[in-house]
Structures are given as C-alpha cells and as structure tokens.
C-alpha cells in the first residue's frame, strides 16, 4: 500500500494504491508520484521485505530510509488499524520527521549474520529434536540413569536399547536419525563460518572480540554481524539500550520506578551476551584456547580481557551474596559486558563507516 503526502506542513496526504512488493511494481509506481518532477523520500517499515528495496532505491538515486516499527508514534485513541490507515500515518510522519530509521546493513555484511542466523535456527531444532527424543523415552518409563547427556556412552545406551514392540524400535530410530541430521547441519554451518569469517571486511572486529573470555569464532561473529559497525553509538550506554538490557523506567515527579528489562533491541545479540557471561562464576584464569586467541595481540586488549575476567567474576560473586536471583545477575553482567564489548571493538581498525539510515 502505498500512500503519498505532498511538500509542505498543509500539503494533502492522499492514498495511491496498492502494489506488489516486486521491484519492478514499485519502481513503476514511484516514477508516476514523481512525474511531476518533485523529489522523492520514501519510506517503509523494516520487516519480512528486508532491505533490497532500500537498496535498489539508492541505487536509483532515490532517498529511502527504513523504518523501526517499534519506534513509530502511535494514536492510542486510534482502534482501527489497516493498511490504508497505516500508510497514510507512514507518509504523514515521514513528512514531519518523525520515524527513526534503522540502521541498514551493507550486503556483505548481512550475507554473514543470515549465515549466523541460520546456525542459531539449527540449534534451536536440534535442540527440539534431542527432547521430542527424550520425552518419547520419558513416557515409557526409560529414564538414562548416566552422567552426562548426549556423551558416548548416552548415544551408546540410546542405540542398544531394547524396546518391547518393534514400532517403537522404528520411532526411537526416527528420532536418532533427526538428531543426528541436526547435529551434521550445525557442524556445516559452524564449518562455513569458519571458511567465511577470516573473508568478511569486519574480521578484524571479531578477532578483537575473541580475545574476550566466552567469545569464541561463533559468539563474536554473532555479535560482530548484529552489532554492525558500533562506532555509531557514542557511549556504551546507548548500546545497551539498543540492546534491550536497561531497565524499563515510570517516574514522574519525585515518584521513580524501574521494572525488568526493556527487551526492546536486539534480540540475536541479547541471547549471545547471556551465553558469554555464563563463566562469570567461575574464578578468572586464561585457559589454552583463550591465550591462542590472544596471541600476536596488543597488549591492551590482553590486559582489557583479563580487566573484563575480574570485574565480572566479583559482579556475580558478590550480587550472589545479596541474594539476586541467578536469571537477574546473568543479566546484570550481560549489560556489563555490553559496555566491556563496546570498548573492545573501539580498538579495532574498522573499514571506513558508510551513510548510515
């Protein structure tokens, strides 16, 4: 749908029409509202569509900005919402300057974080495969009584099982065979990133986030690809925010409140700071992998990393002692390093920063 607002404070905002999202449609679409030689600014809201339009709009000379939907005002006394509707508002706004674009990508970039992207959706099903798994187990009775899941010796007792009919037999094998499918496409996805990190334009920044305690090759690139080039944030404190991990906050007047966290960021980004931080309990030490990923470093990053080792260690250690639940420390130190990640990408040598949305 799409909705155009004339120059000026009083200019009409009138409906065009709908198209299709193909290029070609668009493009179409825009050089009929711009025939009459005014120049265009175009906007629409970041989802399923991603950024080729955008693109293609640069491309064509075409100013384009993507739009955080999130980040949109809304009238709450407004109780019908329909495309024409929303896109009549898009254009008013748009003219008014009101909508904050979000940051886009460039294409090699992105190629990356789909490809981390990816790895984290194998995860995830391998993750479910292993308790549909479990669960089968589980409700006739076969309980694995070992130390550790998934080790050899669990795959061992999971393949010399004995099952009383042999249409379970066929289930547990089915089940076997989508754990193992799972795990072998994790392991290429891992292995592709491998091959294709060393390549990317951004590598230096996550071979500086490697010499951080908890971020191997897959974390940093991770964060490295949702993150993007973090110059475009002043203080760490607005990463944070940008990431979801401030408070949420109701004040007026001498009244202040703070709740949970905003959850309002990035979401990719979010999750692999949590799993970075999960060795805060234990005490600081630079193991074997971690002083191979220093080596031929500088030697601040080295001493930054073992400044981050502490400060979290004694973070953790001493909101333990308070009695903070488990889930709000690993948070707390999830924004902590936040900031310790934010300094440690200041020292990278980044490619030269291009016009950001």
């Given amino acids: 749908m799409i909705a155009v607002a004339d120059g000026g404070r009083e200019g009409e905002v009138r409906l065009y029409g709908q198209v299709s999202s193909d290029l070609h449609a668009v493009e179409r679409a825009l050089r009929k509202v711009g025939a009459d030689g005014g120049e265009l600014h175009v906007a629409y809201e970041a989802g ?7 693109r293609r709009l640069r491309q064509l000379g075409i100013d384009c900005v993507v739009v955080a939907p999130s980040r949109t005002p809304v009238d709450k006394g407004n109780r019908r919402k329909t495309d024409r509707r929303d896109a009549q508002m898009l254009a008013r706004l748009h003219r008014a300057g009101e909508l904050t674009a979000v940051h886009v990508p460039e294409a090699v970039d992105e190629a990356i974080r789909d490809l981390t992207r990816a790895r984290a959706d194998a995860v995830r099903d391998l993750t479910r495969a292993r308790q549909r798994l479990k669960s089968f187990l589980l409700r006739h009775g076969y309980r694995y009584s070992g130390k550790a899941n998934w080790s050899e010796a669990h795959r ?16 547990l094998e089915e ?3 989508a754990v193992t499918q799972c795990e072998e ?8 990133l491998g ?3 060393p390549l990317w334009r951004l590598y230096p920044a996550v071979e500086a986030l490697m010499t951080i305690r908890g971020f191997q090759l897959v974390a940093a690139a991770v964060l490295v690809a949702e993150l993007g080039d973090v110059r475009r944030f002043a203080h760490p404190r607005e990463l944070m925010a940008f990431l979801g991990l401030v408070p949420k906050e109701e004040s007026t007047g001498e009244s202040r409140r703070l709740g949970s966290i905003t959850k309002a960021g990035n979401a990719h980004a979010r999750w692999i700071l949590i799993e970075t931080v999960q060795h805060a309990w234990l005490p600081p030490k630079v193991s074997a992998q971690l002083s191979k990923r220093q080596e031929g ?3 601040a990053r080295r001493e930054l990393s073992w400044k981050i080792q502490v400060r979290l260690h004694k973070r953790a250690w001493h909101l333990s002692r308070r009695g903070v639940m488990k889930p709000k420390v690993t948070v707390a130190l999830a924004r902590e390093m936040a900031g310790f990640a934010w300094a440690m990408l200041q020292t990278a040598d980044w490619p030269a920063m291009t016009r950001a949305a």
Avoid: D, I, M
């Avoid at 399923?48 to 955008?54: C, F, N, R, S």
């Avoid at 999971?158 to 289930?171: C, H, Y």
């Avoid at 496409?185 to 592709?192: D, F, M, P, T, Y």
């Fill in 48 to 54: 399923p569509t991603g950024y080729v339009l955008y």
């Fill in 195 to 197: 091959l294709q990190a």
């Fill in 185 to 192: 496409r994790v392991s290429r996805l891992e292995q592709l």
């Fill in 175 to 177: 089940y076997l065979l």
């Fill in 297 to 299: 470093q500088p030697a």
């Fill in 156 to 171: 061992r007792y999971l393949r010399e099982l004995e099952l009383p009919a042999p249409s379970l037999k066929a289930v």
